[in-house]
């Protein structure tokens, strides 16, 4: 009973021959047209309620999609394979680029970025006006001056800071440049794949619709049939009524008498 039981949830693939199960298989004539029309053209023998494995429908979609592609676009492009990959496979293709490129950092371009960012901010703008003026006030009004007006060892300093905290500052922003770029990248994949099913949903859409008239089309010819039918029996009927009616009467006047007849 078991046995009989798997045997029965599964089905053969037309193209391939394997024995699968019938959740990993797809009707022909329940894909989208040009999906069908492309496996028919390689198959032409195939039925219409033809059963197809889903790694053979994904194989297809992706020559689909690359040919479409192509089509639009001329030659493709590595993100274009990409997509048109994750679109066979039906693959999510969104991902956060921000914490890939942070994961992957080195241990310079972390210091880079701690650099950067104190270096833009309130905290380093006001600890650098506290030690400029407490080094002037020292040099000025204090007992000694290691440094006096026009305080050319501040000037050095200051002169030596701004020539490396400038690369550093750079390092950082080519870093965000890398992260724009990828998540551009991402974003270009995201909408052309978004693009491509929204076109494929369309197209099973009016694929659906119009099966769906053919079928309500031939249930208005069964419905017209029936009717029909029925008015030719409630006809025939009435036309039985009639000649019973006939016939009963025609029998009851025949077999009285006439009135004026003496007994």
């Known amino acids: 009973m078991t046995s009989h039981d798997h045997s029965a949830d599964k089905g053969t693939c ?9 959740r990993e298989l797809v009707s022909l004539d329940a ?5 069908a029309d492309a496996i028919r053209r390689d198959h032409p023998d195939l039925p219409a309620h033809a059963l197809v494995a889903q790694d053979q429908i994904a194989a297809y979609r992706s020559r689909y999609v690359n040919a479409l592609l192509a089509s639009e676009r001329g030659e493709l492009s590595e993100l274009d394979r990409q997509v048109a990959e994750s679109l066979a496979r039906s693959e999510l293709i969104t991902s956060n680029t921000d914490d890939e490129l942070d994961r992957e950092r080195t241990f310079g371009q972390r210091l880079a970025d701690h650099v950067a960012s104190f270096g833009g ?8 006006g506290v030690v400029i003026v407490f080094w002037m006030a020292i040099n000025v009004l204090g007992a000694t001056s290691f440094d006096p007006y026009p305080f050319i060892l501040l000037n050095l300093l200051l002169s030596c800071l701004a020539a490396v905290q400038a690369p550093v500052i750079m390092m950082s922003q080519q870093r965000q440049e890398a992260k724009d770029r990828a998540r ?8 052309l794949k978004a693009e491509l099913e929204i076109r494929h949903l369309h197209e099973k859409m009016d694929h659906l619709v119009n099966r769906q008239w053919q079928r309500l089309a031939e249930i208005q010819e ?26 009963s009467r025609s029998r009851s006047g ?3 008498k006439p009135r004026g007849s003496k007994t």
Not at 14 to 21: E, I, M, Q
Not at 31 to 35: A, D, K, N, S, Y
Request: no cysteine.
């Open 14 to 22: 037309s193209l391939t021959g394997r024995s699968l199960p019938k």
């Open 31 to 35: 894909l989208r047209p040009p999906l």
């Open 121 to 128: 901010s309130w905290a380093f703008l006001i600890s650098f």
């Open 184 to 191: 551009s990248r991402n974003d270009y994949q995201v909408n």
């Open 222 to 247: 069964v419905q017209i049939e029936l009717l029909q039918e029925l008015r030719n029996a409630q006809a025939s009927d009435a036309r039985d009524a009639r000649a019973a009616i006939s016939t």
């Open 254 to 256: 025949g077999s009285g």
